[in-house]
């Protein structure tokens, strides 16, 4: 039923969503969350403030995670309900393309039937992230192809001691390490989406995948800034979006560190966050 009357509506772009699991003082530690939900006769009442919700204060309906009894359960609370206010994130120097909010819940009273029934635990929100992780893999792909398509075309027109900039040899090589990297990055998602499409895609590939392909585009960004010179840091050339935005993709789903962290607990069998 909760399928049934929200995602028709949110696949055809009648409604927005939001995700609402890091809070204040827990981003890579989600288990550690203090948003409580309780049952009071036939509601839930949750209670707590979360952050760096993308599309907040626009959503009709937020997929809030809290703690019932201890566990880790995720509740359906839609714009407008008493206790539920939202507030965006101003000043931000990246990813200035979204909104970003904070969402208070006080008081905040929900239908019994808003409980995400199957939700049981923090694996739930984090099998979500997994999916996340593996699309934000492939569109740091995409930025790093349009930095390093930006820093080819500049440095073909790009005039310097009577000859184009390309032609020398530290910019070639900048060049092909860009190249490189991406061709790398490339097949690494490849791999992943045969993996995923024959049900054998599992979570450390993805952290893996995550955290290489974003570092790449990355080291690819601020290499093609150095090609631009000056020129690099202004909006008539799409270098520095890409720069500043790929800031945040490194630590949002999962920073750099995290997964790192991930990857060598599975090559090694022990978690160094426990």
């Not at 409980?115 to 739930?124: A, F, K, M, Y």
Request: proline share 3%; aromatic share 6%.
């Amino acid at each position: 039923e909760q399928r049934a009357c929200w995602l028709p509506r949110l696949a055809a772009g009648e409604a927005v969503g939001c995700f609402g699991l890091t809070e204040p003082d827990f981003g890579s530690d989600p288990g550690s969350m203090v948003t409580r939900a309780m049952r009071v006769g036939s509601e839930f009442m949750l209670n707590g403030t979360k952050l760096w919700i993308t599309n907040g204060s626009i959503a009709d309906v937020a997929v809030v995670w809290a703690k019932l009894d201890g566990v880790i359960r995720g509740f359906l609370v839609e714009r407008g309900t008493p206790g539920f206010t939202t507030r965006d994130i101003r000043g931000k120097h990246s990813m200035q393309a979204s909104v970003t909010s904070e969402l208070s819940l006080q008081d905040c009273r929900i239908p019994a039937d808003n409980l995400l029934p199957r939700t049981d635990g923090l694996r739930s929100p984090l099998s979500c992230l997994n999916q996340a992780r593996y699309g934000i893999a492939w569109g740091a792909v995409g930025a790093a192809m349009a930095c390093y398509q930006a820093a080819l075309t500049y440095s073909r027109s790009r005039i310097q001691f009577g000859k184009p900039i390309a032609s020398f040899q530290l910019v070639q090589q900048k060049l092909v390490h860009m190249l490189t990297e991406i061709t790398k990055a490339q097949f690494l998602c490849l791999q992943l989406g045969r993996l995923k499409d024959a049900g054998r895609l599992q979570h450390t590939q993805v952290s893996l995948a995550k955290r290489n392909n974003v570092a790449a585009a990355l080291e690819i960004a601020r290499l093609a800034r150095d090609i631009h010179g000056a020129n690099g840091i202004v909006d008539e050339y799409p270098v520095i979006r890409h720069l500043l935005n790929l800031e945040s993709v490194s630590t949002y789903e999962g920073t750099h560190d995290i997964h790192t962290l991930i990857v060598g607990r599975d090559i090694t069998g022990i978690s160094a966050l426990q």
